[in-house]
């Protein structure tokens, strides 16, 4: 009869956590990162040698003599061969934008949302367009059945589902590695690595050792055969991932697919890319028969009619090589209470009230009676700064009651001394504004000289005064 190595007397059982890799002779609640309940054990020969240390995956050379990995040897970085990466075009360019290109050979890709969302609609989708090619994709569920992910990929495939796309429900992680072994495909999907688990550990599926191993072991297995694969996760009610944090560590690519369930737009952003840029915004929106690419991302973002309210004025950032222009709102009432409220919904509160209190100090403006709401329409949070000046405008207005005029459009930080620093992307700004009918680009006098394309005037600004008196010059 075999004997269970992980019983045998030749080895001992370390803990590990899986936050931060911190090791324990002994089991802890609590760990020296500040995280609760993440350890996992690990089963190491005695003495704690260095070869048994690293583990002993399935597929591991013998090199060295059966230690599972051959020795190792420091060479020149110069003289390393600088390889392009081999990328497969997904068929949706939403998606490849947002990988840098298309889908990295070997690499391991995250993607997360709340559930309902359309992470499964997503992957499948790709995993058709793939098939359709003549590539083959495999599909391993451990929350659905095959007849349920056939109902959805008749909706996404109403030509008929390719032959190349694969479907296998199983939780065993050695069960999904000997299928990949069999049918070696192209594309591998795992949905949802919450559900995998590995006989190796006596831990249930989902806890955190089995999700920190079972990734570990896909990676290895992904990089050994150049296999692209993505891992649906799930998420917390604060919106972070659930699981340990050093599986965002051990992955190549993290995704974040997210929208309000009301809408029917959805944005997949990254907030980790080895093999791409982090600043990309993919847009799509959910139809009956899946989910359609959203080119004109600012068009859908501007739906509203400017210029016809107070406290509305119209703004852009530069995610990537995407310039995209949005609308914010601004709204001022009394406070019922002696505690005045700021509420925003795609601006930092941070951010608010630092603008707050310059047009306060700098610009006159007395809020301390009143309550202030911000919102960004359609839910879109932009990165960096460059909506503070359209942010302070509208602000200003609707505490004054004022309409901004239409075809007038704000970019701009807005510094502690009321001063208006420059952005990245104003030119392209600048062409994605005149292509959807503005007129007129208030921005930092730093940007002030980009070149304009016919039909807008780019007008630079020094400070949120100036901003304010130029509005109606």
């Given amino acids: 009869m075999a004997t269970n190595p992980r019983t045998t007397a030749k080895s001992k059982a370390i803990f590990v956590c899986g936050e931060c890799g911190f090791e324990s002779p002994k089991w802890m609640g609590q760990c020296v990162c500040g995280a609760w309940n993440s350890f996992y054990e690990r089963r190491v020969e005695p003495g704690g040698s260095a070869a048994a240390r690293r583990g002993t995956l399935r597929g591991a050379g013998a090199a060295d003599g059966g230690a599972g990995y051959a020795a190792a040897q420091?060479?020149?970085?110069?003289?390393?061969?600088?390889?392009?990466?081999?990328?497969?075009?997904?068929?949706?360019?939403?998606?490849?934008?947002?990988?840098?290109?298309?889908?990295?050979?070997?690499?391991?890709?995250?993607i997360s949302g709340e559930p309902g969302i359309g992470k499964s609609t997503l992957i499948l989708q790709a995993a058709i367009r793939l098939a359709g090619r003549g590539l083959k994709a495999l599909y391993v569920s451990g929350e659905e059945s095959p007849e349920q992910i056939r109902m959805r990929a008749d909706r996404l495939a109403p030509g008929g589902i390719p032959e190349g796309v694969l479907v296998l429900s199983a939780t065993a992680i050695e069960t999904v590695l000997a299928s990949v072994a069999d049918e070696r495909p192209d594309f591998l999907i795992i949905d949802s690595i919450q559900t995998m688990y590995t006989e190796t550990l006596e831990q249930a599926p989902g806890s955190v050792s089995q999700i920190r191993v079972c990734t570990d072991i896909l990676m290895r297995e992904c990089k050994a055969v150049g296999l692209p694969a993505f891992i649906v996760a799930h998420v917390t009610k604060s919106g972070d991932l659930a699981g340990p944090k050093i599986v965002e560590h051990i992955v190549d690519c993290v995704l974040s697919f997210s929208g309000e369930k009301s809408r029917d737009l959805r944005l997949l952003t990254a907030s980790k890319n080895r093999f791409g840029t982090t600043s990309e915004v993919g847009a799509f929106e959910m139809r009956e028969n899946g989910l359609?690419?959203?080119?004109?991302?600012?068009?859908?973002?501007?739906?509203?009619?400017?210029?016809?309210?107070?406290?509305?004025?119209?703004?852009?950032?530069?995610?990537?090589?995407?310039?995209?222009?949005?609308?914010?709102?601004?709204?001022?009432?009394?406070?019922?209470?002696?505690?005045?409220?700021?509420?925003?919904?795609?601006?930092?509160?941070?951010?608010?009230?630092?603008?707050?209190?310059?047009?306060?100090?700098?610009?006159?403006?007395?809020?301390?009676?009143?309550?202030?709401?911000?919102?960004?329409v359609g839910g879109f949070r932009p990165e960096g700064t460059s909506s503070d000046l359209a942010c302070a405008l509208a602000v200003w207005f609707a505490a004054r009651g004022v309409i901004v005029p239409a075809g007038i459009l704000a970019i701009g930080e807005v510094g502690l001394a009321g001063e208006i620093r420059s952005v990245r992307g104003a030119e392209s700004i600048a062409a994605e504004a005149a292509r959807l009918g503005f007129t007129?680009?208030?921005?930092?006098?730093?940007?002030?000289?980009?070149?304009t394309p016919p039909g807008i005037s780019a007008e630079g600004v020094s400070s949120v005064l100036e901003a304010i008196s130029l509005v109606f010059a």
């Fill in 440 to 451: 007129r680009l208030i921005l930092p006098q730093a940007n002030a000289k980009i070149k």
């Fill in 74 to 110: 420091a060479a020149p970085l110069a003289g390393v061969e600088a390889g392009g990466t081999r990328r497969l075009d997904t068929g949706m360019d939403e998606l490849n934008r947002v990988l840098g290109g298309g889908i990295t050979l070997g690499t391991l890709t995250l």
């Fill in 292 to 376: 359609a690419e959203i080119q004109d991302l600012s068009g859908c973002l501007l739906e509203g009619s400017l210029g016809q309210a107070s406290g509305t004025i119209a703004t852009a950032a530069c995610e990537g090589t995407r310039p995209l222009l949005m609308e914010i709102q601004a709204l001022t009432a009394g406070a019922g209470s002696g505690f005045p409220r700021r509420a925003a919904i795609g601006v930092d509160n941070a951010r608010l009230g630092m603008i707050l209190a310059v047009l306060e100090r700098k610009a006159g403006l007395d809020l301390s009676g009143s309550d202030v709401y911000v919102n960004i």
